[in-house]
């Protein structure tokens, strides 16, 4: 079943603190299903201290092509939970899956468009996080940019959960944000969503 809905687009933080952040709704104590009675806060990435991980710590790469690689710029915040995310229809919208409901977000304007609650519940197969240690292991569920080159894991950490973003190549780690339980690319690998039960942000490659 499909329903309109009348959400409005969140306002953001554009600006990229670096390799190792916190989602800003969870560094805020706002985590889960946005307040209704008022108006959620601006959604994006603050500044966290690096992880304590048994790999290395590579940050960003001013060369880098890819979204998430290098400097990012955000530029649209969802509301609702994204444990899992893809880009669809030519890039155009995002699907964001929540508990019993996916929704679909327009990229021109960030506007809520439509949501479908199928009969099973679509994030019931989603993969949780795995232990840091795991991280050198096979990640089957990871997802990637189209090239290949990064991996995107959720990773659970004392006090809570983070997304890590490595290089395919040697698990060094690009970045690690807090409170994120997802990522996506888009098809040409200029555009990165990451998500959490908090929402999400749409980011865009931000060339040097």
Partial sequence: MSTRGR????????????PWSVASPVYQGRGGRPDRRRAAPPVGLMLSPPPQ???ELAGLDPAATVAGAGRIEVF??????????????????????GPLVI????????????????DEDPAAGIA??????????????A???PDGSLLAMPVRERGGVALAILRAEDRAVVRWVRGA????????????????????????????
């Fill in 53 to 55: 991980v048994p790999l």
């Fill in 128 to 141: 949780g996080p795995v232990a840091p240690e795991a991280l050198t292991g096979d990640l089957p569920a």
């Fill in 181 to 208: 339980l997802s990522a996506a690319w888009s098809s040409d690998g200029q555009m990165l969503a990451i998500g959490g039960d908090w929402g999400a942000i749409v980011a865009r490659h931000a060339p040097r």
């Fill in 143 to 145: 997802t990637s940019p």
């Fill in 103 to 118: 929704r679909i977000w327009r990229l021109d304007d960030l506007a809520y468009a439509e949501e479908v609650r199928p």
């Fill in 7 to 18: 959400l409005s687009p969140r306002k953001v933080l554009a600006d990229d603190p670096g």
């Fill in 76 to 97: 649209g915040g969802l509301r609702e939970s994204a444990r899992a995310m893809r880009f669809i229809d030519n890039d155009t919208t995002v699907e964001a899956i």
